[in-house]
C-alpha cells in the first residue's frame, strides 16, 4: 500500500503565497506521475498540475504562470508553490501518484486525503 500526505495548507490573503508539500510512503517499488489535484465547495474535483518522473509537466491553465510543480525523487516528494493566490484558489488540495508496488505490478492512482487552501479577499 501507498499513503500519501499532504501538508502547508492554510489561510492566506489574496496575492499571497503557499507551498504544499506531499510525501509518499510505504510499499513503493516507483512512481511514475506525481500532481495535485483541488476540489472547491460545490464543485469537481479538477486538476492543478502534473509533474512525470521524466520531467513533464502539465497545468491547469487558470494557474499557469503562478503555480509551480516541482519533486523530489529520491525522498518521494511533490510540491506545488503557489504564487499570486485569488480567492478562486479556495479548495482543498488533493496529492496524488501513481506508483506502483512491485516490478509486476501496474501503476495505479494513490490520493492523499487533502490539505485545505483558503484565500481572502
Known amino acids: 500500500q501507498v499513503h500519501l500526505v499532504e501538508s502547508g495548507g492554510g489561510l492566506v490573503q489574496a496575492g499571497g503565497s503557499l507551498n504544499l508539500s506531499c510525501v509518499a510512503s510505504?510499499?513503493?517499488?516507483?512512481?511514475?506521475?506525481m500532481g495535485w489535484y483541488r476540489q472547491a465547495p460545490g464543485k469537481q474535483r479538477e486538476l492543478v498540475a502534473t509533474?512525470?518522473?521524466?520531467?513533464?509537466?502539465n497545468y491547469a491553465d487558470s494557474v499557469k504562470g503562478r503555480f509551480t510543480i516541482s519533486r523530489d525523487n529520491v525522498e518521494n516528494m511533490v510540491y506545488l508553490q503557489m504564487n499570486s493566490l485569488k480567492p478562486e484558489d479556495t479548495a482543498v488540495y488533493y496529492c496524488?501518484?501513481?506508483?506502483?508496488?512491485?516490478?509486476?505490478?501496474?501503476?495505479?492512482?494513490?490520493w492523499g486525503q487533502g490539505t485545505r487552501v483558503t484565500v481572502s479577499s
Open positions: 496524488t501518484a501513481g506508483a506502483k508496488t512491485w516490478l509486476g505490478s501496474s501503476y495505479r492512482d494513490y
Open positions: 509533474l512525470t518522473s521524466r520531467g513533464s509537466t
Open positions: 510505504g510499499n513503493i517499488f516507483s512512481i511514475n506521475a
